[in-house]
């Protein structure tokens, strides 16, 4: 899951992870951020760089991509004694924290790891979903991109068969789909557009879905706008200034649902809406109410 | 309009304006909105952006924008508006070419595959490069205000902690070890780099080392002038005519990540100037209430009448979170100012929608 910075990817990825979990399927949201936010959702505390159950059959984890790196590493060598002799060395350090892609690379391989049948860890119970909250557009695409770059550049040995293997996981369509979040406004709806181009052009990859997050109840029908409308100062003030803001919202809703459909013209696939939740900030009952929509939508 | 608070006290004679700020919060549109306001005071100035959704194009009604300054037309200006949508990856060239020693060493840094990759890369070095162009113009001394936009990111802080991650990679230590390397392990190494640079052999294929090997010999001449010019664009970060904005919504995370960013700029002894608030949904004097239900219905009937009641109430709770989140942010950053802008009937795109921003920025 990607899409535009602020759009509710988080709290979308959640509510795909619990309604994945409650179609009885073992599921795990994996986190690609600095800040943890997944288990604070579930009203658990930070747990890391390890799987951790949130709910019924959904776990999490969150991925870190200076651990990714110590694992990738320690699989490499085969030995935590060298890897740790590398992880430890400046010089090391530096050329890895900057190498281009390499984060990106790393973490994606946890991911593939994470969606793998037979784990890494035998005692590792394998997944049947794997639900990702991916970086915002421009970082997203980069992630899915690194795979390829790397295996180009590096051509043979270990980390050109790895990046191979992450790469043809990505643009399989039977393992892989990439799914957008955006808002029904003006930006999120221009750069939703933008991606399903630069998934093709520079990953190869088909958008699968865009989910339209936060989307405005239609209150009202174009009659009773009209009617209210007419009103034109009538009633007290606490009656007009309650028309104003009901006019308002009205407003919203209307151009929300423009955007909706300029994003449908826009894009060839299924484009599913969420509701606009009124809770202050999304709790465990607004994710059910998430997950519920999405469960009869999709 | 002007306010005894606006963007303009923020700002005052500063001649660089930073504004920073996780995704999604109209970073780029405040900071398009903030070089048109100072534009229509005045002022000369560029606004600079990194965006690969091109959204300053969008902001400015423009479609595309390339590597250099491009004026923007801003009908009844007394100013002069410039935008520049900046090319990280040609940017690099360019610096490359200034600091390559000759033709040859130029030509084989462009085209490492190591050296491709990291000019490309997204994470990394568009920060590093926005800082550069940065200074770069601001060195040419065309403007009389400079407003960058930074990329766009998860944390508000990666446009610092980038660059010096990427500064470091290409500075002399990793080169020395390369410098070794280049024999891929034998020779002149000491015992434990020969080590070492077998172990990264095993972990990494010996292609991959080869390639950084030749990118870092190609590069070797030019590390002590990306050091420099690294050190210039922290001095510009630091220097008194620059000031930080940061750009934020009036939600709970972000009011946190606002109290993390202000202690980190007093940390790192960056200059501060305040923050704004985007899209602050304005309070409502009406309450429902008995009374007005009996009044709504009565003017527009049950059904019509019980809609717009259960609307208020709505709009009146989501009003409060957000005077609740403001309220939080001004007691957490104590005496820097925050700007709050409410959410407009429309979404910003164009300059006429900057404008109107501009009524409650300045």
Known sequence: ?298 | MSRANGVGDLIGRKQVVICAGSGGVGKTTTSAAIAAGMADRGLKTAVLTIDPARRLANSLGLTELGNEEARVDLPGSSGELWAMMLDAKRTFDELVDTYAPDEQTRDAVLSNPIYRQLSNAVAGSQEYMAMEKLHELHQEGRYDLLVLDTPPSRNALDFLEAPRRLSRFIDSRSLRFFQGGSKLGLGIMGKGTGVLFSIMKRATGVDLLRDLSDFFNAFGGMTEGFAERARRVEALLGDSRTTFLLVTSPREASIQEAEWFAKRLREEDLPFGGVIVNRVREEIDTRPSPQLDTELTGLLGDKLGGKVSQTLGEQVALAEVDAHNMADLKRRLGRKPTLSVPELPGDVHDLEGLRALNEHLF
């Not at chain 1, 535009?4 to 709290?11: A, D, I, R, S």
């Not at chain 1, 865009?210 to 009656?239: C, F, H, M, W």
């Open chain 1, 1 to 298: 899951m990607t899409g535009k910075g602020g759009v509710g990817k988080t709290t979308v990825a959640a509510a795909i992870g619990l309604a994945g979990a409650d179609s009885g399927r073992r599921t795990i949201i994996a986190e690609v951020a600095e800040q943890e936010r997944i288990t604070g959702l579930f009203g658990q505390p930070a747990a890391g760089y390890r799987e951790t159950e949130v709910a019924d059959g959904l776990s999490a984890f969150s991925l870190n991509p200076e651990e990714a790196k110590e694992e990738w590493l320690r699989d490499q060598l085969r030995s935590g004694r060298l890897a740790g002799m590398l992880g430890s060395s400046r010089i090391f350090t530096y050329l890895t924290a900057a190498a281009p892609g390499l984060d990106e690379l790393v973490t994606l391989g946890k991911i593939w790891e994470l969606a793998q049948m037979e784990r890494r860890n035998k005692r590792d119970r394998p997944f049947e979903t794997c639900v990702v909250d991916a970086p915002a557009t421009g970082h997203g695409l980069a992630m899915l991109r690194s795979p390829r770059t790397y295996a180009e550049i590096a051509k043979v040995g270990p980390v050109a068969k790895h990046a191979g293997h992450f790469d043809r996981f990505i643009r399989d369509g039977r393992s892989t789909a990439v799914v957008a979040v955006a808002l029904a406004e003006e930006m999120p709806v221009n750069e939703t557009i933008d991606l399903q181009q630069r998934l093709r052009d520079e990953v190869g990859v088909e958008l699968a879905a865009v989910i339209v997050n936060a989307v405005l109840p239609e209150r009202y029908s174009n009659d009773e706008a009209e009617k209210l409308q007419s009103l034109d100062g009538q009633g007290g003030p606490a009656t007009r200034e309650a028309v104003a803001t009901a006019l308002i919202a009205h407003s919203r809703a209307r151009e929300q649902r423009s955007q909706i459909g300029r994003l449908r013209r826009a894009v060839d696939v299924p484009v599913i809406t969420l509701p606009f939740l009124l809770t202050p900030e999304v709790d465990l009952d607004g994710l059910r109410t998430l997950a519920a929509e999405l469960e009869r939508k999709l």
